[in-house]
Each structure stands twice: as structure tokens, then as C-alpha cells.
């Protein structure tokens, strides 16, 4: 028990757990997550590649089982899994994502539509041309070689890319706490912007700008915020937002058609989700200057047509599918990658910098490799070409000697002793001989056919050809002029390579709103006695018969663009949007007016469209006897809810109407009011003050004590007779006066 307990080991929780998920942060960051800057690869994507090299899967090699590789990637190098190995060889080879695809595949790799890649078992695979650019040189010591997971095997740290992969083919990444997202570009124009750098250190962002002017997306499109562009390349993060190419046809039956021809670079991968989201726009009426959607994209490219309805604007349309769909979308930069197991973001000039150093240290190790070889072989060539000048000597050694130990150590050191030769001379001749290891090796291994001169005379040729690549290795290595000399030599051989032209357009666009076109309606919106509202066209309004018509308290007509306002006894007006309120058969019950606006239980007195609303006085009548006019206009305004007058406490409207213009020049309109007590009075409507509508108004009636206006409207001189509370009164009986007398008592009612 002693001893268990001497081997526990006391731990702070809290320190230890932060340490555990340190380094499981750094482990996901720097092993699986992240791109190393100088070969742009993540450790799967740098091991697969390896493992398809091992295998001597060249390009001018047959595929191989994509299910070989994965095994192979996954025992030797990267134990974590087939699905995440296959997944990143399946995007290696697609040509929609990369600029240059480092895996040429061959069967289902999945499609830009979506398509999921085949399972392992069924694909093939072999390195591209692209993928050769990072993997020659392996067998130069360019770059460090490490330890597998088990230490069975040795794997490259870095590939020695010669090529700005990271810049070119772009990469996504998500890690611990952050993310990396390098847009692809053009190879030419990456290039052409190393080359420029080389030239000239000290270049601007502005002067580098010229050559890579932007990302250049595989899938095309358009970059629409170019005046971005620079802040985001100096800064190494931000938003681009990319269009999809777009042109407008004409159609049949004169319809205009707008015709996807390239889609942003975030749709690659998804384009049945696109047109599949067109068409529920389409479907829901979302936009209703959508006729059809239909793909007729194939090998040739992206072909996706949307109809336009006959005399609708396709441009507005384009606008609106703009901010609606995936058609523009934005691409989030973040210029982050690895440097000497760090995490860092970089910008364009400094990506470039870390490439060029990379570069320099690539070529000097290349160059010190081939000056090292060819001293090596200058030697051998010089022990050979010697050796030929003295074939007679060397065959007397060989037959003389006992052992190939004793005829090389002759060779190398002179030493004759127990060798023998056919005279003295030769002896004395062989006691000068001085070959170096190697040479003497060469020389032990010779073949005879090596003494016909012809074969002489190759040696001779190929010294003097070593002699001058050793001079030109060693100029290079020793001037820098040299070196970049041979650095953008071969730059330029990629860049004739895979020549492409750029895809992505550039251009400062404006997001344009998009205006919906709406037909214009005659409606009627119908509210029964129980408060159920609908709306009907006026066509089937015209065919309702007498009976059905007195079914509804309040038929309002208007147009499908307008609004619907309610004025109340609280004093209160609300507006409904006609679009809101649905749009039913005449048998159909409606819904209830509570449920289109917040009037809750207010009485309301008053129905009218905004529109009439806005070329009337609105003619007010309180409990209190208090009257004004006010100005529709003054009833404008954006909220669903606003006070509509002025009233004291415990006031409320007792009548509300509306006026036009035409009814107030007229010198004869009349105003009735009816108070609790019986009283009438009548007035001639040119009396009442035209007010604003958060002011009191005017008396209208002297009240009696605690008398109170029971009813008020406005009437044309021709009516005769009005109607309140299930009764009809006599016009004829109420007696006029002048606005503020007192009422006067008699029977009214018919």
C-alpha cells in the first residue's frame, strides 16, 4: 500500500487542464489544421503526396486504387482515419477548387453540383503535373526528413516546392480558436509578382497589385469590391464579395431569360443547391417575375437559366436574386499559416517574401547537392581518363595482384610489395600511382569497352563538361544575382507550363436594391359584424347580391399596394398592409381583425383606405362635445400604431368620418350630434375648425351637467334620414343652430 500511495503524483486540476488543452490546441494547429507557408500543404495533404511518390505514382505512371493510397497514406504517415485522407486526395483532384489539382483522378471525384465523390474502392488516382513541381528533388537533401508516428518510417517535414502553392491553389482550415482562408489566384499572375519581388525588394503592395490584382477563383465569377482589395492584401484578412457571371437573353414568347454562366467560388460544390433555391423562390412566389428556372449546365460549362415573365424587368429581378440567393455571396480572407510550428497571418508581400526565402534555400542546397556530385563523378572521370593513358600498367597490376584488396591499395598508395610485375620499370612506375579511393574503385569496375576511343573520347568530353557545370555551380552559389537568375528561370518554365487566363472579374458594384414590382389590384376588404375580415377583387365584389353585401358592416375599397386604417373611440389609428390581409373566396369565413393588428378590444368607428385617407379631412366628435377637422395627411407615417387625437381623461370619440375635398366646399354639409340625454343639434359642417390632430378641438355642443354625445357624424343636405344603434332618425327633426349651442329635445326616430 506503502508503495502505491509513493507513486501518486500530486496535480493542480485546473493547471493541468490547461496545459492538456494547449498542447492538444498546438497538436490540431500545426499537425492537422493549418498550412505550412513555404510548401502550402497540410500534413495530410504533404503525406498523401509523399505516399503517391513512394508508390511511383507519376504522371506518366497508370492510376492506382485510390483505396491503396489511403492504406498507404494512413499506415505509414497519417493515422488518422481513411474518410479524412480520401476526403482531402478527392479534393486535391478537383479541378472547380484548385487552380492546379495536385491529384489527377480518374472515376467519380464528385461534381461542382454536389455529387459526393465514389467510394475509395471504385477511384483511381496518380500526381498530377502540378503535384510534380512540390515532390522533385526529393532525393536531394533539400529538405528535412522525420520520423513517422512509430518511427518505422521517415517522411519529409516540408515538400520542396518550387512553385507558390499556398497563393496559387488557396487553402480553408479550421483549428483551435482560429481559422485560415487563402483564396486561390492565377498562377501566371503570382508569378509574375514573385518575379517582381525579386527584382525589387522594397516593392509596394500598389506595385504588386499590378501583377496579382486579386484572387482568381477556379469557378470564375466576380470580385464586385475591388477598392477593398488592397486593405485586405496589406491587412491579410477580410471580405470579398463575389457575383456570379450573369448575361440577359432573349427568350421565347418574348420572355428575357438571365443566364448563369459562372457561379461564386463559395457555390462550388453546391450548384443543385442554388438552382434548387431559385426555384423555391420561384415556387413561393418569393419573386414573382420568376417564369421558370431550369439547369442546363454540362462538360462544356455552367448554364443556368432563369425566365423572366413577359414585360417584367429582368435587371431588377438580377437585383433582387442578388440578395436573396447564393448568387452573391462573400468570401472571408484570413492569410494564416504556419512559420517554424507558429501560427501566424501574413499579407501578400510577406507570403511572397517566406516563398522567396524558401526558395533560396531550396536552390542553394540543390546547387551545393549538384556542385558535391559533380565533383564526385570529375573525379572518377579524371581517375578514369588517367587510368586509360596507363591500361597497360593497370592490367599488369591486376593480373600481378592476388587479391582486388591488394590491386586497389597499389592503385591508391603505390605499394608493389608481393605483386608481379614484368619488369622493374613497371614497378617503379606502379610505386607513383596515387588514385583516390573512388578513382581506384571506378577504375577496379571498368569495363573494357571503356578502352575503345570513342569511349575515350566521351570521357574526355564529359570532364571538360563537368568542369564547366562545377564553374557555373559555383558562380551560382557564390552571387545572388545568379541564384535568382535561376530561380525565375524556372519560374518562367511553370508559368509556360499552365498558362490560364483569369476567370474571376474585377469590378467596384454597388449592391442595387431591387424594386418589387407589384400589379396593381382594385380590392374590397369586407368586415362582417363579429369583426372576420377578407378581401375580395372588385370583379367578384361587382357580382355579390344586396343580401350578401349586408352581411358586412364595413366594405372598404382599395388597391392591393395600400393600407387599411382604423381609427377607434380610444382614439387610436392602426394600419394593416393590404398584403397582409388574406385574400379569400366570398364563402370564405376571413380572420379576425384582432389577429392583422394590435387593436385588441377597442371599439373601432372608423374603416378607411390610407390612400382616401390622405385626400380627406378626418371630421373628430368627442363624448365631451368637443369637434375639429383635421388634415388626412397629417396621418402619414411608417408605425402600425399612433395616437389620432388628443383626448382629456375619460373622453372618447363619439363619431369619426371622413370628408373629401369635394363634400367640404360644400356650403350645406351638415354635422349631427346626439347626446345621452336626448338633445340634437345640427350645424353646418363649414363651422368646425380644421386643427392639428394632437390638439383638443373646439366645443361642438354645450352639454348639460353630465350630459355626454352619444353619436355624431357628418352629413351630405340631401340625406334625410341616418341610422345609430338599430334605429333611423328624421335629419328633418334635429334642429340647426350655430356649433356650441345647446341642444335641442324632441323625437327623433322614424
Known amino acids: ?96 477548387s484548385l ?30 503535373t502540378g503535384a510534380i513541381t512540390l515532390l522533385e528533388h526529393l532525393d536531394k537533401g533539400l529538405v528535412e526528413f522525420i520520423p513517422n508516428f512509430d518511427e518505422s ?17 488557396g487553402t480553408t482550415g479550421i483549428a483551435v480558436g482560429m481559422a485560415t482562408n487563402i483564396p486561390p489566384h492565377n498562377p501566371c499572375e503570382v508569378i509574375d509578382g514573385v518575379i517582381s519581388y525579386m527584382d525589387n525588394p522594397a516593392i509596394t503592395m500598389e506595385g504588386l497589385m499590378e501583377y496579382i490584382k486579386a484572387p482568381d477563383f477556379p469557378t470564375g465569377g466576380s470580385i464586385v469590391n475591388k477598392a477593398d482589395l488592397k486593405t485586405i492584401y496589406e491587412q491579410g484578412e477580410g471580405r470579398i464579395k463575389i457575383r456570379a457571371k450573369c448575361e440577359i437573353e432573349p427568350g421565347d414568347n418574348g420572355r428575357k431569360n438571365i443566364v448563369i454562366t459562372e457561379i461564386p467560388y463559395t457555390a462550388a460544390g453546391n450548384k443543385t443547391k442554388l438552382v434548387e433555391n431559385l426555384a423555391a423562390l420561384m415556387k413561393d412566389k418569393v419573386f414573382d417575375e420568376m417564369y421558370d428556372v431550369r439547369d442546363e449546365s454540362s462538360k462544356e460549362g455552367i448554364r443556368i437559366i432563369i425566365e423572366v415573365k413577359k414585360d417584367r424587368d ?45 526558395q533560396i534555400e531550396l536552390y542553394t542546397k540543390e546547387y551545393e547537392y549538384m556542385l558535391h556530385k559533380a565533383n564526385q563523378r570529375l573525379e572518377i572521370v579524371k581517375g578514369l581518363v588517367r587510368a586509360t593513358d596507363i591500361i597497360d600498367l593497370i592490367i599488369e597490376i591486376l593480373r600481378g595482384s592476388s587479391s582486388v584488396k591488394q590491386a586497389k591499395e597499389c592503385l591508391m598508395t603505390g605499394k608493389t610489395d608481393d605483386i608481379r ?26 569495363q573494357l569497352s571503356k578502352l575503345i576511343g570513342l569511349e575515350i573520347l566521351k570521357l574526355h568530353e564529359e570532364s571538360d563538361s563537368l568542369i564547366q557545370d562545377i564553374e557555373k555551380y559555383t558562380t551560382v552559389l557564390g552571387n545572388q544575382k545568379e541564384l535568382y537568375k535561376v530561380i525565375k528561370q524556372r519560374l518562367r518554365s511553370y508559368k509556360k507550363m499552365f498558362p490560364q487566363e483569369r476567370k474571376t472579374m474585377l469590378e467596384n458594384a454597388g449592391a442595387k436594391d431591387y424594386v418589387e414590382e407589384v400589379k396593381i389590384e382594385d380590392l374590397y376588404i369586407l368586415v362582417d359584424r363579429f369583426g372576420y375580415t377578407k378581401s375580395i377583387d372588385a370583379a367578384s365584389y361587382q357580382r355579390l347580391g344586396k343580401e350578401t353585401l349586408m352581411e ?52 373601432i ?62 356650403e350645406n354639409m351638415k354635422v349631427i350630434l346626439l347626446t345621452e340625454k336626448g338633445a340634437s343639434l345640427g350645424y353646418i359642417l363649414n363651422e368646425t375648425s380644421e386643427m392639428k390632430k394632437n390638439s383638443r378641438g373646439v366645443k361642438g355642443i354645450d352639454l348639460d351637467g353630465n350630459d355626454k354625445v352619444l353619436y355624431a357624424c357628418v352629413l351630405e343636405p340631401e340625406i334625410e334620414e341616418f341610422a345609430f344603434d338599430d334605429k333611423r332618425y328624421n335629419v328633418k327633426k334635429v334642429r340647426m343652430k350655430k356649433r356650441a349651442a345647446k341642444g335641442t329635445k324632441s323625437q327623433l326616430t322614424l
Do not use: W
Not at 464528385?110 to 475509395?120: H, L, P, T, Y
Not at 518510417?153 to 491553389?169: D, G, H, R
Not at 373628430?620 to 402619414?636: I, M, P, R, Y
Open 1 to 96: 500500500m506503502n508503495k502505491i500511495m509513493d507513486n501518486i503524483i500530486q496535480l493542480d486540476f485546473s493547471e493541468e487542464m490547461r496545459t492538456s488543452y494547449r498542447d492538444y490546441a498546438m497538436s490540431v494547429i500545426i499537425s492537422r489544421a493549418l498550412p505550412d507557408v513555404r510548401d502550402g500543404l497540410k500534413p495530410v495533404q504533404r503525406r498523401i503526396l509523399y505516399a503517391m511518390k513512394e508508390l511511383g505514382l507519376n504522371p506518366d505512371k497508370p492510376h492506382r486504387k485510390s483505396a491503396r493510397i489511403v492504406g498507404d497514406t494512413m499506415g505509414k504517415y497519417h493515422p488518422h482515419g481513411d474518410s479524412s485522407i480520401y476526403d482531402a486526395l478527392v479534393h486535391m483532384s478537383q479541378d472547380y
Open 99 to 128: 487552380q492546379i489539382p495536385l491529384v489527377d483522378g480518374h472515376g467519380n471525384f464528385g461534381s461542382i453540383d454536389g455529387d459526393g465523390a465514389a467510394a475509395m474502392r471504385y477511384t483511381e488516382a496518380r500526381l498530377s
Open 153 to 169: 518510417e521517415k517522411e519529409p517535414s516540408v515538400l520542396p516546392a518550387m512553385l507558390p502553392n499556398l497563393l496559387i491553389n
Open 314 to 358: 429582368a435587371e431588377n429581378l438580377l437585383n433582387g436574386l442578388y440578395k436573396k440567393t447564393a448568387m452573391e455571396d462573400t468570401y472571408s480572407v484570413n492569410l494564416l499559416a504556419v512559420k517554424e510550428k507558429q501560427p501566424i497571418t501574413f499579407n501578400l508581400k510577406s507570403l511572397i517574401s517566406e516563398f522567396v526565402s524558401f
Open 421 to 446: 610485375f614484368k619488369s622493374e620499370e613497371s614497378r617503379r612506375t606502379a610505386s607513383t600511382l596515387d588514385f583516390t579511393e573512388r578513382q581506384a574503385e571506378a577504375i577496379l569496375s571498368m
Open 552 to 603: 358586412y358592416v364595413h366594405q372598404v375599397p382599395i388597391q392591393n399596394t395600400d393600407k387599411l386604417c382604423l381609427f377607434t373611440a380610444e382614439g387610436n389609428m392602426y394600419q394593416i398592409k393590404v398584403s397582409s390581409i388574406p385574400r379569400c373566396k366570398i364563402r370564405d369565413k376571413g380572420t379576425l381583425i384582432h389577429n392583422l393588428c394590435k387593436v385588441g378590444k377597442e371599439e
Open 605 to 666: 368607428l372608423l374603416f378607411i383606405s390610407f390612400e382616401a385617407l390622405f385626400e380627406s379631412m378626418v371630421f373628430f366628435a368627442t363624448k365631451d362635445g368637443f369637434v375639429k377637422l383635421v388634415s388626412g395627411a397629417e396621418f402619414e407615417t411608417i408605425r402600425s400604431c399612433i395616437a389620432a387625437t388628443k383626448l382629456a381623461d375619460g373622453d372618447r370619440l363619439a363619431g369619426i368620418n371622413a370628408v373629401s375635398a369635394h363634400q367640404l366646399n360644400s
